[in-house]
């Protein structure tokens, strides 16, 4: 996972794993198959913690819960976000449960399910938005532990605020 959060998904090969495990590239490749399921297996290991979500009430808490644990993975771990962005195939599993999750919960808050969509993708959007900018000035050493405690309450803050007015447009 380190050689994947410091130099990106470029870096990530049986050779590169193989010389950090000092093993071989072919016992890399026995283990853990394609370079396909190894991304699999690295986003079912990060994003899993996510389905044991702690429920609190209403609909706008849930989602907001849920909506804070994945910025946070994708804050810890931006590389592997952006490689999710660009390969649906690791949208199985975690990911696509908490994708109904937040849809289940949107159903719930807004009636009309056209509306619902547009809302689902503005979160999404403003989520990974939020996350993939901030961890981008983090590794330009540009953010520090205040301004990013700062902007991760200004985040919750608008989302609740999307949230709250799409269910009063209802």
Request: hydrophobic share 40%; proline share 4%.
């Amino acid at each position: 996972m380190n050689l994947l959060d410091e130099a990106g998904e470029q870096a990530v090969t049986y050779r590169s794993l193989a010389k950090a495990l000092r093993v071989t590239p072919m016992a890399i490749k026995h283990h853990v198959g394609s370079r396909e399921q190894l991304f699999k297996s690295l986003v079912d290991e990060v994003y899993k913690k996510m389905e044991f979500m702690p429920s609190t009430k209403g609909p706008v808490n849930r989602i907001l819960n849920l909506l804070e644990s994945y910025s946070e993975t994708a804050l810890s771990h931006p590389n592997l976000t952006l490689y999710i962005l660009s390969d649906p195939k690791l949208y199985q599993g975690p990911i696509e449960e908490l994708t109904k999750s937040i849809e289940s919960e949107l159903g719930i808050l807004i009636e009309n399910s056209l509306e619902a969509k547009t809302v689902f993708d503005i979160l999404i959007d403003y989520t990974h938005g939020f996350a993939l900018s901030v961890a981008s000035s983090i590794n330009a050493s540009v953010g520090g532990p205040i301004t990013v405690s700062k902007l991760k309450a200004d985040y919750l803050q608008r989302l609740k605020w999307i949230l709250l007015a799409a269910s009063r447009h209802s």
